[in-house]
């Protein structure tokens, strides 16, 4: 075969060959990903979520650092603060993935592009080893129409469902001249957050006296904590100085429904109050009866009134300053045991009991500021027995790696008793030394880099 004959084979090999490795190299850095969850078409003032997803492999030393981006025209929020853990294959490379959605809401119609936004974070390029790392949000692309009948196309109030509903605090037709009357109206808006609800309007008949009070904003959420619509309650307080009838207005709401493509109404029906007169005193029908003669002043009698409150107060006060000093004493002894090393520590064997690797976490951060013992991993070199250290290094590993890294979950039972353990030969070594810590806070900067090599990953949270 001649040279000329073969090259077309090894162009196809060279290419091959540089998929390969760019596949290769994809696989072993991290990435982002930013899904467009809402169906089209998205309508003006309709609020839209966007998950976006952050890869790294191995598994994250430090949680990604979501920033709440600006994106003109629209208002963001990322309703719900907690992020959710992910698992993916990328070309054989396994991925540990955090998730967070975004609720952005557009004003107006037109085309909206992310913002190139960075998120920084940590992760075990190397398994056990810190690496820093960043992603640039992707750049996700959506459309937003104008709302049919709106006003030169502006955002109108737009949601899944909208449900006003009334409420009073009295029968509004058993009413008496200079008695008040409260109107609560409840605003129940589906895929809407509280703050896009606009204000309803109280209107007042002439000669009552109108009173707003401020709106109580709050979200509607399952049993497990998904939020399902916004709430805003708005309350009015109507004076009636003058008896007669009056008509309080209707309160409505005008929407878009993005499901039928329509206008709806949420209305708060018009309500009659009727205001009787207000009772008159019975005119009097015999002329006032003399007053009584005034007796002579007992000067003993209120000598001895005077002595006895004198002596009431007295009581009172030393009542009051024992039991003062009681609810101070008590408050510092309380206040002393919990901030103790030994209630830290039992927090750690609770959540060893209860198989709670969250709470756990939480537990063995707090008592390892508290007591000094930064990092961990150095104090579990020092103190704890092989099988302990075993123990914490598979609790580790479930908690950040990968889905293949680990097999089963921690035997956090195992871990308790050993970490009790190290614990009582810790707290003998320092009493054997003449004291515990030094401080009841860790130094803000420790020398981790004179530290010998850590056996375990740092501690992170999500």
């Known amino acids: ?92 490379e396994a991925f540990s993935g955090i998730r967070k959605t975004y609720a952005i809401t557009p004003q107006a119609a037109g085309d909206y592009v992310l913002p190139p936004a960075v998120i920084p974070f940590g992760y075990a390029a190397v398994p056990g080893q810190m690496s820093k790392g960043q992603v640039t949000l992707p750049s996700l692309k959506f459309t937003v129409e104008a709302v049919p009948q709106g006003a030169g196309g502006e955002a109108g109030v737009t949601a899944g469902e909208i449900t006003l509903t009334q409420s009073f605090d009295r029968d509004p037709a058993g ?19 509280p703050m896009m609800i606009p204000e309803p309007t109280f209107d007042a008949p002439a000669d009552v006296q109108l009173y707003r009070h401020d709106p109580v904003l709050s979200e509607e959420r399952t049993s497990r904590g998904d939020i399902t619509a916004g709430l805003r309650k708005d309350v009015a307080t109507y004076v009636f100085a003058k008896p007669g009838t009056y008509a309080l207005p209707a309160i409505s709401l005008p929407w878009f429904d993005p ?72 408050e510092t002894a309380l206040e002393q045991r919990a901030q103790s090393e030994a209630t830290a520590f039992r927090h750690v064997l609770d959540a060893c009991r209860d198989h709670d690797p969250t709470r756990l976490e939480t537990a063995l951060d707090h008592w390892s500021r508290r007591t000094g013992n930064t990092p961990l991993s150095r104090w579990l070199d020092s103190f704890a027995d092989p099988a302990t250290a075993d123990a914490f290094a598979d609790y580790r590993r479930s908690r950040y790696g990968s889905s293949s890294s680990h097999q089963g979950g921690p035997d956090l ?36 880099e004179a530290a010998p090599p850590r056996r375990f990953g740092a501690v992170g949270r999500t």
Not at 431 to 444: E, Q
Request: aromatic residues 8%; charged residues 15%.
């Open 259 to 330: 499901a039928s493509g329509s206008m709806q109404t949420a209305e708060a029906a018009r309500v009659t109050v009727n205001v009787n007169a207000a009772p008159t005193a019975a005119p009097a029908l015999a002329p006032p009866a003399p007053p009584p003669a005034e007796e002579p002043f007992d000067w003993l009698w209120w000598l001895g009134v005077a002595a006895s409150i004198a002596a009431l107060a007295a009581l009172i006060q030393l009542a009051a300053n024992l039991f003062g000093r009681l609810e101070t004493w008590l």
């Open 1 to 92: 075969m001649t040279a000329l004959a073969a090259l077309p084979r090894l162009i196809i090999w060279l290419l091959g060959l540089s998929l390969w490795l760019a596949g290769t190299a994809f696989a072993a850095n991290p990435f982002a990903r930013a899904t467009l969850t809402t169906k089209a078409p998205i309508y003006a003032g309709q609020q839209i979520e966007v998950d976006v997803d952050v890869f790294v492999p191995n598994y994250f030393l430090s949680p990604p650092q979501f920033p709440l981006f600006d994106l003109p025209g629209t208002v963001v929020t990322m309703p719900d603060e907690r992020g959710m853990n992910l698992n993916e294959t990328v070309n054989g």
């Open 175 to 193: 009413l008496k001249a200079g008695d008040a009357l409260v109107r609560t109206i409840t605003i129940r808006a589906a895929g809407l957050a």
């Open 413 to 448: 039972l195992r871990l308790r008793s050993g970490l009790n353990v190290a614990r009582q030969r810790w707290l003998a070594e320092t009493s054997a030394d003449g004291g515990g810590p030094t401080s009841d806070l860790p130094d803000l900067n420790p020398g981790l």
